[in-house]
């Protein structure tokens, strides 16, 4: 009698459940925005979650510990003069936080250790330089302090000591381990691999895939994340009310599913908790944080095994809060994957520690790849490609100027009904 071989895995038992009530938090107003983003971001200190706002864009940033019903007049970040369309928690300091917004700017925020006790309005820095909304926001996951945004407008932009470079319309970014590389997915339907220190696409056409699954018919957005540490992929659809994870091996069919944890209410987005924010002593290998309406329930993924004691398998040593470089470092072309830190012990967040910018606008000097008309090599170039030129440049300053003036007027408006107690 022949007998049916089950794979070993030690996550073929994962299993998700959602926190008890008063472990969720209540009354929260989630965007109603039409935007492909989680609307959601979470790190072993806050949660920040995307919110409805009058007058502007705003998001919702609650210290973890703050669970429950959310007061109505809770501050909110209120900086944007647009609705947000992204956040990303810096993965190298807790307390920083970027932003995006259809007012065309992106900035990045300093939140206080204790819960807000006022609307935050004053960004450490605004970056500008995209002249329609900006989409996407993601930090760079081993060097310090450099932020790259994409927006509608087909222009990527990696901010620190500024690049600026376009692709085709992004609809998603993700960095590769060491940030030497990012992907896209586009409009186009096109995948990319793309250099951005060289500024050129490094793969576009890619072969038959080695696996190829079909979940379902729904045409709601998947909303994927990957743990590098469990070689596991989660995927949450928008509209949907499941979750499903999947095992990665190097060996064929190398995807392999593991289990669903379904819900009766469908997801509005998804945060991630880093893995250095999991619960070690309750084998607990992820923790997903999803939005509905009016609420965030947090979903625990566990390993069930009968010993308290530290799991060594599980917890292999992942990456922590420290840069593994310098910007300088990153732009002149090194590359270092992430510095790992032990779970042994469970994490303990640091305390909040300033951000200093050389100057409230990193974008106030262009980028050599985007230099003024006056210094491009006119005698090699086309009339007809110099008055594209010009004319793109013109209509891009007097987006920004536009842009500026708008947001004034908006934070103008928006400081007069706070002060009359209005808003």
Same mark, same amino acid.
């Not at 270092?336 to 640091?350: A, C």
């Given at each position: ?35 492909? /983003? ?27 510990? #703050?669970?429950?019903?959310? *007061? ?13 369309l ?36 004053d ?19 081993? %060097? ?18 500024? /690049?600026?470079? #376009? ?7 993700s ?12 409009? *186009? ?47 949450s ?16 069919p ?10 009766? !209410? ?12 999991? *619960? ?23 390993v ?9 398998d599980?917890?292999?040593?992942? %990456?922590?809060? !420290? ?6 470092e ?5 590359? !270092? *994957? ?13 305390? /909040? ?26 005698? /090699? ?24 003036? #708008?947001?004034?007027?908006d ?7 706070y ?5």
């Open positions: 009698m022949s007998r049916s071989i089950v794979r070993q895995s030690k996550f073929r038992h994962v299993f998700g459940q959602a926190v008890k009530a008063e472990q969720g938090y209540d009354d929260i107003r989630v965007s109603k925005v039409t935007w492909d /983003s989680s609307f959601c971001a979470v790190n072993p200190k806050f949660l920040a979650v995307i919110v409805e706002s009058s007058g502007g864009g705003a998001f919702l940033v609650l210290p973890l510990s #703050k669970s429950g019903r959310v *007061d109505k007049n809770y501050p909110l970040v209120i900086g944007h003069s647009g609705p947000v992204d956040i990303d928690w810096c993965p190298h300091d807790d307390n920083i936080l970027a932003s995006c917004s259809e007012d065309c700017t992106a900035m990045v925020w300093q939140i206080p250790d204790h819960a807000l006790t006022r609307p935050l309005s960004p450490v820095v605004v970056l500008e330089g995209h002249s329609k909304r900006v989409g996407i926001v993601t930090w760079h996951p081993t %060097a310090r302090n450099i932020l790259l945004t994409a927006g509608t407008n087909t222009h990527t932009n990696t901010h620190t000591q500024v /690049s600026y470079w #376009k692709l085709i319309s992004d609809v998603n970014i960095w590769n381990r060491n940030g030497s590389l990012f992907c896209t997915t586009c409009k *186009d339907r096109r995948l990319r691999v793309c250099d951005p220190r060289k500024r050129e696409v490094v793969a576009t056409n890619f072969e038959e895939p080695i696996a190829l699954l079909e979940l379902d018919t729904s045409n709601g957005v998947l909303l994927p994340y990957y743990d590098a540490d469990a070689n596991m992929v989660y995927l659809g928008k509209g949907d009310s499941s979750i499903r994870y999947f095992e990665i091996t190097e060996e064929p190398y995807v392999h599913y593991l289990s669903t944890f379904s819900s009766k !209410e469908p997801q509005r987005g998804m945060g991630f908790m880093p893995k250095r924010g999991v *619960d070690v002593s309750k084998c607990e290998i992820a923790r997903l944080y999803k939005l509905l309406d009016k609420k965030c329930e947090p979903i625990t993924m566990t069930p095994r009968k010993s308290d004691l530290f799991q060594d599980l917890y292999p040593d992942t %990456a922590g809060p !420290e840069p593994a470089m310098e910007p300088e990153w732009l002149d072309g090194r590359d !270092e *994957d992430p510095i790992l830190v032990s779970m042994r012990d469970g994490y303990v967040p640091p305390k /909040s520690r300033e951000l200093k910018v050389a100057r409230k606008n990193v974008l106030d000097s262009r980028p050599t790849t985007r230099r003024s008309m006056s210094t491009l090599e006119t005698n /090699s170039l086309p009339v007809s490609s110099l008055l594209e030129r010009l004319l793109e440049e013109i209509q891009n300053l007097k987006a920004t100027v536009l842009s500026q003036e #708008k947001r004034i007027c934070l103008e408006n928006k400081l007069s009904q002060t009359n107690g209005t808003a």
